[in-house]
T-cell receptor, first 117, second 109 residues
């Protein structure tokens, strides 16, 4: 059973370009979460999605960032007009269908390391 | 005040030592609690969930005190392979994990 898959693993973008990060959840998981880890800091929640729905985007910056999880295909985290401060590791996690409130176990992908030059 | 606070670390211990990590959380509505492990530049991996009754998994024991809003992790008979950053994690609302900054452990021969 393949784990959570993310690609690309490393992404280099120049300031002002767009970055697209992809996440395929574990088989049978329909809940996807995105986290960001800045250098030497802990992980920060960004957004929680189910198929075709954004459940909680309280951690998403108000501008330039968007996320989707379409009916078919991977979840996408999109960063427009990247700036140097966007350089970080972006981790995706998934959990099984029907995870009840408070259970909380999530399984993480290997992350995408974004470098903005 | 941070939502989840951990020992600053790093902890440098010899093989075979027992080491304890502490964590406090600020939101009394927190629902579930975990310890994750993160190796350098890798993804976090779930180490164990933490229950009020306390739970043990081999050399690892986790405790939760809801009244004090305190979580602990005890590692006995430390191995070189235990060297990593240990993350205290709290779930307040469905889907949103709150991570502590982590405590680094280095086990030396």
């Amino acid at each position: 059973n393949a784990g959570v898959m993310q690609n690309p693993r490393h992404l280099v973008r120049r300031r002002g370009q767009e970055a697209r990060l992809r996440c395929s959840p574990m088989k049978g998981h329909s809940h996807v979460y995105w986290y960001r880890q800045l250098p030497e800091e802990g992980l920060k929640f960004m957004v929680y999605l189910q198929k075709e729905n954004i459940i909680d985007e309280s951690g998403m910056p108000k501008e330039r960032f968007s996320a989707e999880f379409p009916k078919e295909g991977p979840s996408i985290l999109r960063i427009q007009q990247v700036v140097r401060g966007d350089s970080a590791a972006y981790f995706c996690a998934s959990s099984p269908l029907g995870t009840s409130r408070g259970t909380g176990e999530q399984y993480f992908g290997p992350g995408t390391r974004l470098t903005v030059t | 005040r941070k939502e989840v606070e951990q020992d600053p670390g790093p902890f440098n211990v010899p093989e075979g030592a027992t080491v304890a990590f502490n964590c406090t959380y600020s939101n009394s509505a927190s629902q579930s609690f975990f310890w994750y492990r993160q190796d350098c530049r890798k993804e976090p991996k779930l180490l164990m969930s933490v229950y009020s009754s306390g739970n043990e998994d081999g050399r690892f024991t986790a405790q939760l005190n809801r009244a004090s809003q305190y979580i602990s992790l005890l590692i006995r008979d430390s191995k070189l392979s235990d060297s990593a950053t240990y993350l205290c994690v709290v779930n307040i609302v469905q889907g949103k994990l709150i991570f502590g900054a982590g405590t680094r452990l280095a086990v030396h021969p």
